[in-house]
């Protein structure tokens, strides 16, 4: 299936065709099943206010589910598909990181980790990684609920760039 679609060729696929590209963008079945129900929609906008929609109510497995999609801030995006590409051009800033930060992301990620018991997620597109690490930083010091709440908004801002990129 082609990486970008059409708005009517999108709304035209069947319900698991349909469900299955929008995996692509976000692996949380939930949210490509709830968005792909919504069909058809009118335009773009459309989509992207139905998926911002989806997930202010997705749960902490659906969002677990969507992290498993995405690879640490700063490592090796090693595996192939369309998901792995998406991001690499999203964290592409990375290779102008100094070794400095580079080992401050490692070894943020690994606490991180150890804190939250999941990837840390943030929107890299637009972001130095100084700013990123900045951010992972301040977020070490959330309680949970904030940190899902936190997760939750990176996801869903992701996600509405990736589909403003594929629609």
């Known amino acids: 299936m082609s990486e970008s679609l059409e708005l009517g060729a999108f709304n035209a696929l069947p319900a698991a065709e349909a469900s299955a590209w929008l995996e692509h963008l976000c692996s949380s079945p939930r949210w490509a099943a709830e968005v792909a129900a919504g069909r058809p929609y009118a335009d773009r906008a ?66 991180y980790e150890r804190r939250f018991d999941r990837v840390f997620l943030i929107r890299a597109a637009g972001r130095s990684p100084h700013e990123m690490l900045a951010e992972l930083q301040r977020r070490l010091d959330n309680d949970d609920d904030t940190e899902i709440a936190e997760v939750r908004e990176q996801l869903r801002q992701i996600t509405r760039l990736r589909l403003q990129g594929a629609l």
């Open 46 to 111: 459309a989509v992207l206010e139905a998926s911002d929609a989806v997930f202010a109510g997705l749960g902490p497995a659906d969002l677990d589910a969507a992290l498993a999609g995405h690879p640490r801030i700063g490592a090796t995006v090693s595996a192939q598909g369309h998901s792995a590409d998406l991001s690499r051009a999203e964290q592409s800033s990375m290779g102008s990181a100094d070794d400095q930060v580079k080992a401050a992301l490692r070894e943020g990620n690994i606490a």
